[in-house]
């Protein structure tokens, strides 16, 4: 275990010394958070009929949970890239764990995550988003969140160690990410959607993960209309059992994610290098 933990640590300061010598990683990964709050906060807010300060207390939980599920996107193109470039077959040569490289590169990306997270809660703050509940629910909802990113992470490595080239990362998550982040309970409240949507938003772990950070930052009844109470509000948005339960649903989720591709990932790593 000393072993693993070791070179995992490793493979992390490797990754993290990359963004630092590379700064144009950093800087792309700060800008789209902000361009996202902005853009949404203020084109779809303009749609509300007076009600924009509301939305843009709504939206921020879905602009966290859509940007922490893209941002583990970036484990995917940094093993795709690691492979085309042979630096795995480099690590190949060491005496390190074979699971010690997918270990510190999914690590590593929780810091881009967490640098995204800081940078679109002071985006959010400067435009009127307020945390309405205390500060130990605001961090279960961070943990929430970065949990969340984390088992994404391992998908996009399996991803990333069956592609030929990093650009076909992105062709590949966004087929699957785009519809599931939009047809949720992100941008706009899943129970006005039609029937069908209604129905998967209900049960998509994404909207899960959306209501308990919203829940937990306090902004659940931030559309309601005027005269409506806030348990009127969480009745209509808690429509399905998921909903109900959403940080359970959302750590079983989390958990299922990572039973499975912890293992798979690890052993497609094993035959990668064998190649």
Known sequence: MNHVLTDSWTIVRRNVIKLRRVPDLLVFTTLQPIMFVLLFGFVFGALTQGNSQGYREFLMAGIFAQTVVFG???????????????????FRTLPMHPGAVLIGRTLSDVVNNVISLLVMGLT????????????????????????????????????????????????????IIFPLTFIANTFVPAEQLPSALKTFAGWNPISTLTHAVRDNFGNLDALAAQGTSGQAARQAAEYTWALQHAEIYTLGWILLILVVAVPVSIRSYQRAVLR
């Open 124 to 175: 959010g703050l400067l435009i009127g988003w307020r945390i309405r509940d205390g500060l130990l629910d605001a961090l279960v909802a961070a943990g929430l969140l970065l949990l969340f990113s984390y088992a994404i992470s391992w998908i996009m490595a399996w991803v990333g160690l069956k592609v030929r080239t990093p650009e076909v990362v992105g062709n590949a998550s966004f087929i």
């Open 72 to 90: 583990g996107t970036f484990t995917g193109f940094g093993m795709a890239e690691d492979m085309q470039k042979g630096v795995i077959d480099r």
